[in-house]
C-alpha cells in the first residue's frame, strides 16, 4: 500500500471528491488498487434507472497498461458478453497513458447509451440488434428491470 | 514527510496546465510533442518504448521528437508557492464518495471509503511567507518558522515526534476542528459534496512531558526560558535540575533546612538526624551512667546539672563502685577457672608424652651420712637417667643446701639422638602437700660439658628436717618429666 503510486492516490482522490455524474467508485480498503463501481444507466437508453456494478483492477504496469474492468451485473448489450467482459478498444490496442479511472468510466457509461453492434463481443445479441433493433431494445430493457433494478 | 510539491502551490488551477499528462505529478523535466503536450521526461520515456503516439493527442512521436518548452520551465520557475512551514499534517481523512442521492441513499453502505494519510492542512502559526518555485529551497532552509529539537529535551526522540509537532506547539487549536474546516483550509474540497470524515485518533497528549519536540526557530529563544526542561539550580544544595523536577528536588533536597520539631532551631536535612542523637538541647536522653544502674532521664541541656547534683553523683559513684566491685569477683573466678583447665591440660599431657617419677628415701638419717644418694636409674626414650641428691650441698658454695639433680648415664647415651626435656622435681611437704618445694628445669640432654642438671641450692637442709618433708625417716621425691622433643642428627647409610 505504500508503493501505491502517487497517481492513483491523486485518480481516487479526485474519483471521491468530485464524482463524474452517474459513476461512483470506491477502492477496496484492504487493495486500493480494486475498485467497486456503480455506474447508472443512462437516460434515453434500455439501461435507464439501472445500477449496473462493474469490478475495475489497477495491474502494476498501470497506468502503461489499461486496468481490467468487468461488469457483474447482467446486462444485455452487444459489446458485453455473459462474463461481464466489455469490447471496448480503449481498454485493449488503443489504450494511452493520459487516460485515466475516470475517463474508462466514461467511455463505457457512453458505450451504454450507443450500443455498437457491428464490433460485437457477444455475437447472438449483436445480430438480435442488427436483425430487430426494436425487440433487442425491449429485451435490455426487461434485464435492466430485471438484473439492475436494485443499487445494492 | 514532506509536504508535496503541488500543496504548496498558491493557484491550484494552474497545476492542471503544468502536470504531466501520465503521472499527474507538476512537471520535473517538462517535454512536449509537436501539439504541445506536456509530459514529464521519465514517463513519457516510458510510454514511447510500449507506443510511439503522444498519449493524448496520438501523433506519431519518439524520442528525438520531444522538445523543451522554455515558456513552461520558466512558468513553473516563477510559480508563486508557500514554504512547507505554511502547513502542517493534519488527521488522516476518510473519503467516502457522494453522487447524485439515489445512489449513495440506497448504496452508501456497500460503498467503500479511503483513507487519505496525506492530509497537510494550513498551519495557523506557520509561515505565511510567499517565494518563487525557484527560491523555495532557499527560503525554507533559512525560515524562521522552521523547527529545531529544544537542546534541553532529551535528544532520543522517537520518530513520530517529528511529525507531531504542531501538536506540542501553544498552535495546536486546528486538531480539533471539524473535518470540513480542515478540508476548507486544504483547499482539495472546494464546491465539492465529498463527505470528509475527521478520522478521531486521540493519540496526542499521550507522550506528553517527555520532551518538548520541535519548536519553530524563531519561538526558540522564548522557550528556552519557559522550557519545562531548562536547567535550574536548586537554592540550597546548588545542584543543577531541569524545571519540572525542581520541586520535586526541592522537596526531598538534602540540603534544605527543617525546623526541629524539639528545639525549634532550622537544621539542613541531612544533619537533622546527627542533630537529634548527638546535640539537640531539647531531646530527652538517659543519664551516661544508665549502663551503672542510674535510670534518670532528661533533656539534654539538663545534662550538666544533673551530673554536677551532689546526689546524683554519690549515687553514681556507688554505681561504678558496684560495678567494679563485681568485675573483680568475675575477674578473680575467671582466672581461678583458667589456671585450673592449665593444670589439666599440662597432666593430660603428661599422661601422654610424660613420665611421673617418685622416689622415696627411706632411712633419711643414714643415707645423709653417705653425703651423697642416687636413684635407680630409668629409661627415657632410650636415654638412662637418674636422680641424685647431694644432702650438704655439691660444692663448698652450697653447703647446708641440698642439692638436686637429673643426671644422664652419658655411656649409655644413643649416638645421634638428643632430648629436649622439660621436668620439675618436687620436694614433697608430707605435713601440707600445699607447701611441697617445686624446681623447674628446661634442659637438652646430653647436656655439653657436664652430666645433669639440677638447683644446686634446692633446698636448706633444715627446712628439710623441719618443716615437714620428713616423716617416719622418709623424703619423697616426685620428678614429672616431660620429653618436649626427639631430635636425630643421621648419616648417609652405609654402603653395601
Redesign the interface.
Known amino acids: 500500500m505504500n508503493s501505491l503510486?502517487?497517481?492513483i492516490?491523486?485518480?481516487?482522490?479526485r474519483?471521491?471528491?468530485?464524482?463524474a455524474?452517474?459513476?461512483?467508485?470506491?477502492?477496496?480498503?484492504d487493495n486500493?488498487r480494486y475498485f467497486?463501481v456503480?455506474i447508472?444507466g443512462p437516460a434515453e437508453s434500455p439501461f435507464e434507472k439501472g445500477?449496473f456494478h462493474l469490478e475495475l483492477f489497477l495491474t502494476d504496469e498501470y497506468?502503461?497498461s489499461p486496468p481490467k474492468v468487468r461488469f457483474l451485473t447482467k446486462i444485455y448489450h452487444p459489446n458485453i458478453d455473459k462474463l461481464g467482459r466489455i469490447c471496448l478498444d480503449i481498454l485493449k490496442d488503443k489504450w494511452?497513458?493520459?487516460?485515466q479511472i475516470r475517463t474508462v468510466l466514461l467511455s463505457i457509461q457512453a458505450l451504454l447509451s450507443a450500443p455498437n453492434p457491428d464490433d460485437p463481443l457477444a455475437n447472438d445479441v449483436a445480430e438480435h440488434w442488427k436483425s430487430n433493433e426494436k425487440d433487442a431494445i425491449k429485451k435490455a430493457r426487461e434485464w435492466t428491470e430485471l438484473y439492475a433494478a436494485s443499487?445494492? | 514527510m514532506e509536504v508535496p510539491i503541488e500543496t504548496l502551490i498558491i493557484d491550484q488551477e494552474l497545476i492542471k496546465e503544468l502536470q504531466c499528462g501520465i503521472c499527474l505529478q507538476l512537471l520535473n523535466t517538462p517535454r512536449q510533442c509537436q501539439n504541445g503536450h506536456l509530459f514529464d521526461l521519465s514517463c513519457i520515456t516510458t510510454s514511447l518504448k510500449k507506443n510511439k503516439q503522444c498519449p493524448i493527442c496520438r501523433c506519431s512521436l519518439s524520442s528525438k521528437e520531444l522538445s523543451r518548452s522554455l515558456f513552461v520551465e520558466k512558468h513553473i520557475r516563477n510559480l508563486k508557492v508557500y514554504c512547507k512551514y505554511h502547513y502542517k499534517k493534519g488527521e488522516p481523512l476518510v473519503m467516502v464518495p457522494t453522487t447524485e442521492k439515489s445512489i449513495s441513499s440506497s448504496s452508501s453502505s456497500s460503498l467503500g471509503s479511503f483513507h487519505d494519510d496525506e492530509n497537510w492542512i494550513i498551519d495557523d502559526g506557520g509561515c505565511d511567507h510567499i517565494s518563487t518555485f525557484e527560491n523555495l529551497e532557499t527560503h525554507q532552509n533559512s525560515c524562521e518558522f522552521g523547527f529545531d529539537q529544544c537542546k534541553y529535551s532529551s535528544n532520543n526522540s522517537s520518530s513520530n515526534n517529528k511529525n507531531n509537532n504542531n501538536n506540542n506547539n501553544n498552535n495546536s487549536n486546528s486538531i480539533n476542528d471539524n473535518g470540513n474546516a480542515n478540508a476548507n483550509a486544504n483547499g482539495n474540497s472546494s464546491g465539492s459534496n465529498s463527505g470528509i470524515i475527521n478520522n478521531n485518533n486521540n493519540n496526542e497528549n499521550e507522550k506528553e512531558n517527555d520532551e518538548c519536540g520541535m519548536i519553530r526557530k524563531k519561538d526558540l529563544e522564548n522557550h528556552y526560558v519557559n522550557c519545562p526542561f531548562r536547567p535550574t539550580l536548586c537554592k540550597y544544595c546548588e545542584k543543577q535540575f531541569c524545571f519540572k523536577l525542581i520541586d520535586d528536588h526541592i522537596e526531598n533536597c538534602d540540603m534544605k533546612p527543617q525546623t526541629c520539631d524539639l528545639c525549634l532551631v532550622s537544621i539542613i536535612k541531612k544533619d537533622m538526624e546527627s542533630h537529634l542523637s548527638d546535640s539537640c538541647p531539647s531531646k530527652l536522653i538517659d543519664c551516661p551512667y544508665s549502663h551503672f544502674g542510674c535510670s534518670s532521664k532528661f533533656t539534654r541541656d539538663n545534662l550538666n546539672n544533673h551530673l554536677e547534683n551532689q546526689t546524683a553523683m554519690s549515687q553514681h559513684l556507688k554505681f561504678l563502685l558496684l560495678q567494679q566491685t563485681k568485675k573483680e569477683e568475675d575477674f578473680v573466678k575467671e582466672l581461678e577457672e583458667k589456671e585450673d583447665k592449665i593444670r589439666r591440660l599440662e597432666e593430660a599431657l603428661l599422661a601422654s608424652n610424660g613420665h611421673r617419677i617418685e622416689w622415696k628415701i627411706k632411712n633419711v638419717s643414714k643415707q645423709r651420712s653417705d653425703k651423697y644418694t642416687q636413684s635407680e636409674s630409668f629409661i627415657i626414650n632410650g636415654f638412662t637417667f637418674f636422680l641424685a641428691l647431694f644432702w650438704d650441698g655439691d660444692t663448698s658454695e652450697s653447703t647446708g643446701f641440698v642439692s638436686t639433680y637429673l643426671f644422664l648415664e652419658t655411656s649409655k647415651a644413643p649416638k645421634g639422638k638428643a632430648l629436649f626435656l622439660h621436668y620439675f622435681i618436687e620436694f614433697q611437704n608430707q605435713r601440707d602437700r600445699n607447701q611441697s618445694i617445686q624446681k623447674e628445669f628446661d634442659v637438652l640432654f646430653p647436656i655439653k660439658g657436664g652430666q645433669g642438671w639440677g638447683d644446686r641450692k634446692a633446698i636448706k637442709y633444715t627446712s628439710l628436717e623441719k618443716d615437714g618433708f620428713i616423716k617416719d625417716d622418709t623424703l619423697i621425691i616426685r620428678s614429672d618429666i616431660l620429653v618436649k622433643k626427639n631430635l636425630w642428627s643421621i648419616d648417609v647409610a652405609p654402603q653395601r
Do not use: D, H, N, Y
Open positions: 503510486p502517487k497517481r492516490i491523486k485518480e481516487t482522490q474519483l471521491m471528491s468530485e464524482p455524474p452517474g459513476i461512483v467508485a470506491t477502492p477496496a480498503t486500493l467497486k456503480t447508472t445500477f497506468p502503461m494511452s497513458p493520459a487516460l443499487s445494492e
